[in-house]
């Protein structure tokens, strides 16, 4: 098993004349776990990974790879392997020449060459397809490919910049369990750079978020989806995103404070602190999301989908304490504590069975 490096990025800045694209992040990769770089388009996502890959030269800042300052190195020097998003293998060659390909350009010797290249193509299931042509395989198998040239070179870290968006929505969730499988089989660093928050969720042991050349946030899934720290995190973790609203359309008179509750933690109940109207209803199947209407603004809530809801109508909600989320509505951090005022809207639930007051008005 390959042991995977550690990551140290300090200061790192990336200019191009005046337009920034990093600006001075500070970020570290731990060795033999699988990170994955978040964010919108333009965030910097994949000129930080450029950079990792010494692809990018830096405006100012170093980049370490196993304790060693690796700024002025070349990529051929950094021990890393990169997966791209064209996957970028050569189209006259067959699957075994492309997943060989570097090795013999470092001459290294026949027998040698084919162990490797039958323990890998073993790994990814391409056994039967080594004679083939890219041409005749399909996205997943092209990506397959492109993972084979990377194990077979027996680097520390795999860089891997949007794979999968090429793929469809069936293959996409598939790779993604064979990536990280692979990752843990090898026991690599894997940095991962996605937009798709649904691939860093599921894949990641960290997760990186990044927003206009910054660092948002660091930490686990569980940590960025339970206890984000910027009302940016709140709103771009989660399948519907957190809800979000000013305290004082929940009756509190704060200008100051921006609410924060993910969908599935409002609760219909009868004798619920929050007044809302129902706007519309996004059927599911399983579940059902609701457009709760709360004065001039809108909160999502996530129910059973065998609850019926009448547009228009009134309905009661409330939501546990420690699923309440506050931030400063000027400058987006998190507030470390609860607002005194926000315990009204935490009362005791006293829930009745879903559906038993959801298709009646209040007068």
Not at 206 to 230: D, F, H, K, W
């Amino acid at each position: 098993m390959t042991t995977g490096k550690s990551i140290m990025l300090r200061g790192l800045r990336k200019a191009w004349g005046e337009t920034v694209s990093l600006k001075g992040i500070d970020l570290t990769i731990p060795e033999g776990k699988f990170t994955t770089i978040l964010g919108p388009s333009g965030c910097g996502k994949s000129t930080t990974l450029r950079i990792i890959a010494g692809l990018e030269e830096v405006s100012a800042g170093t980049v370490e790879i196993g304790g060693e300052d690796v700024t002025s190195r070349p990529a051929s020097g950094r021990d890393i392997a990169m997966v791209f998003q064209s996957y970028a293998l050569f189209p006259h060659l067959s699957v075994a020449e492309n997943i060989i390909f570097g090795l013999r350009v470092r001459r290294m010797g026949r027998a040698e060459r084919d162990a490797k290249l039958t323990a890998a193509a073993d790994m990814l299931g391409l056994s039967y397809l080594l004679d083939r042509k890219p041409s005749q395989l399909s996205g997943g198998q092209q990506q397959r490919v492109a993972l084979g040239r990377a194990i077979v070179a027996e680097k520390s870290i795999f860089l891997m910049d949007e794979p999968l968006s090429n793929l469809d929505a069936k293959l996409r969730a598939e790779m993604r369990e064979e990536i990280r499988d692979l990752q843990k089989r090898l026991g690599v660093t894997m940095v991962y750079v996605t937009h798709d928050q649904v691939e860093a969720v599921t894949m990641a042991d960290q997760i990186v978020l990044m927003n206009q050349g910054e660092i948002e946030q660091i930490g686990s899934p569980r940590q960025i989806y339970s206890r984000p720290e910027t009302l940016f995190t709140a709103k771009f973790i989660g399948t519907p995103p957190m809800g979000t609203c000013s305290a004082r359309a929940l009756g509190i008179a704060r200008d100051d404070i921006t609410v924060g509750i993910r969908p599935e933690a409002l609760v219909l109940d009868q004798n619920g602190p929050i007044r809302a109207r129902v706007g519309h209803v996004e059927y599911l199947g399983a579940d059902a999301m609701v457009e709760c209407r709360v004065g001039d603004e809108t909160l999502p809530c996530r129910i059973s989908g065998r609850t019926e809801l009448t547009l228009g109508a009134t309905i009661r909600l409330s939501v546990a304490r420690d699923d309440l989320h506050a931030f400063d509505s000027a400058s987006g951090q998190r507030l470390d504590t609860l607002p005194p005022e926000f315990a009204a809207l935490s009362a005791a639930q006293t829930t009745a069975p879903l559906g038993s007051h959801a298709s009646s008005t209040e007068r």
